[in-house]
């Protein structure tokens, strides 16, 4: 099993920008979440999906949209970057809200 | 207030030392508690739950206090590989789904 896995690992972009974040986990999870993680703050949920077909928001979604469209895969949208969404970004799966959440080894973003 | 609040340390710590952490968390509707250990540039992964009779895995003792709300970590004989920042974490309380994460405390033991 690959566990949860993220694509890219790196991105450097240019204000106005878009790009897609990757997603996958092969353990049939139904709870993922996109979390970022800036210097001194603790992890930030963006938003999060409890099935194939659901997504929710979180503390901070403004800048961002998601789809689950098939229950392995999350995908997080940046539609116009900004130099505020410089951050990591982590993708975690769970079988149940209460339970140990997997990580993916993130995204490290950077925008100009 | 922060809902879940760490010292963020860097606590430095000989080799072989005992090392206690505290978090304190603000909602009195959380019921899962755990500890994350994250190592520099990767991702977090589960240290421990915690339990409300208190638990211990090997060196690593967690405790909770529902009454002061707070959640504590105590590690024993420390190791070199100890050296990360550990995170507490409380689940949302009125949101099941979610969890609230402190921004860690960091552990750097010395030789």
């Known amino acids: 099993n690959a566990g949860v896995t993220q694509t890219p690992k790196f991105r450097v972009l240019k204000t106005g920008q878009s790009m897609t974040l990757l997603c996958a986990q092969d353990?049939?999870?139904?709870?993922m979440y996109w979390y970022r993680q800036d210097p001194g703050m603790g992890l930030r949920l963006i938003h999060y999906?409890?099935?194939?077909?659901?997504?929710a928001k979180g503390e901070v979604p403004d800048g961002y949209n998601v789809s689950r469209l098939k229950k392995q895969n999350f995908l997080l949208g940046l539609e116009s970057a900004a130099p505020s969404q410089t951050s990591v970004y982590f993708c975690?799966?769970?079988?149940?809200?209460?339970?140990?959440?997997?990580f993916g080894p993130g995204t490290r973003l950077t925008v100009l | 207030r922060k809902e879940v609040e760490q010292d963020p340390g860097p606590f430095n710590v000989p080799e072989g030392a005992t090392v206690a952490f505290n978090c304190t968390y603000s909602n009195s509707a959380s019921q899962s508690f755990f500890w994350y250990r994250q190592d520099c540039r990767k991702e977090p992964k589960l240290l421990m739950s915690?339990?409300?009779?208190?638990n211990e895995d090997g060196r690593f003792t967690a405790q909770l206090n529902r009454a002061s709300q707070y959640i504590s970590l105590l590690i024993r004989d420390s190791k070199l590989s100890d050296s990360a920042t550990y995170l507490c974490?409380?689940?949302?309380?009125?949101?099941?789904?979610?969890?609230?994460w402190g921004a860690g405390t960091k552990l750097i033991i010395k030789p």
């Open positions: 353990m049939n999870h139904e709870y």
């Open positions: 999906s409890v099935g194939e077909g659901t997504t």
């Open positions: 974490v409380v689940n949302g309380g009125d949101s099941n789904y979610q969890l609230i």
């Open positions: 975690a799966s769970t079988p149940n809200p209460w339970d140990e959440q997997f």
């Open positions: 915690v339990y409300s009779s208190g």
